[in-house]
């Protein structure tokens, strides 16, 4: 479940981020959003990022000596979702982008330019499971998403880039 306060009526909407695929739906936690109103006034949420959990029925050869096993296994989102607050009866919508894109992540920081047609993120942590402990990675990339043109843009500063940074914002 995710809050998220309208930029027009200063009311906050309780949301729950939950994806219907072909053959499930898929409820994501550790993402990140960012609102935006578009050219016809249309006030619209924009979430990327966040993982949920799966389990995976491993199958290994005699050799490695598993014959079935159930493994919870997280899967990133990389993929935007939109939500169109004026007509949210129409769901989550996901937002074709281009090829290139960052790899899916929690964590990170999700801030909207100020020109409100993009968004950048930054750091985040990239992590997987095993079994029940969770091992993990920083990250410090920065990414620009233009709305427009559904293009992810890689930004890659030149000198003085700070540590890999997570939950922060």
Not at 111 to 129: A, E, H, K, N
Not at 156 to 164: A, G, M, S, T
């Amino acid at each position: 479940m995710s809050r998220s306060c309208s930029l027009t009526t200063g009311a906050w909407i309780v949301l729950l981020l939950s994806v219907k695929s072909a053959s499930e739906s898929i409820q994501f936690t550790g993402h990140a959003q960012v609102s935006y109103h578009d050219l016809q006034g249309h006030e619209h949420i924009l979430v990327w990022g966040g993982y949920h959990l799966t389990e995976k029925f491993l199958h290994y050869d005699i050799n490695n000596q598993v014959d079935g096993l159930y493994h919870k296994h997280l899967e990133f989102n990389e993929e935007i979702y939109r939500l169109n607050l004026s007509n949210p009866s129409i769901g989550w919508i996901v937002v074709p982008t281009s090829s290139v894109r960052p790899r899916g992540r929690i964590f990170h920081s999700m801030s909207m330019s100020s020109d409100g047609d993009s968004f950048v993120i930054f750091g985040g942590t990239q992590c997987f499971r095993e079994d029940s402990f969770l091992f993990g990675y920083s990250l410090k990339d920065v990414w620009r998403f233009n709305i427009t043109n559904s293009a992810w843009t890689n930004i890659i500063p030149q000198d003085n880039f700070p540590d890999p940074f997570n939950q922060c914002s």
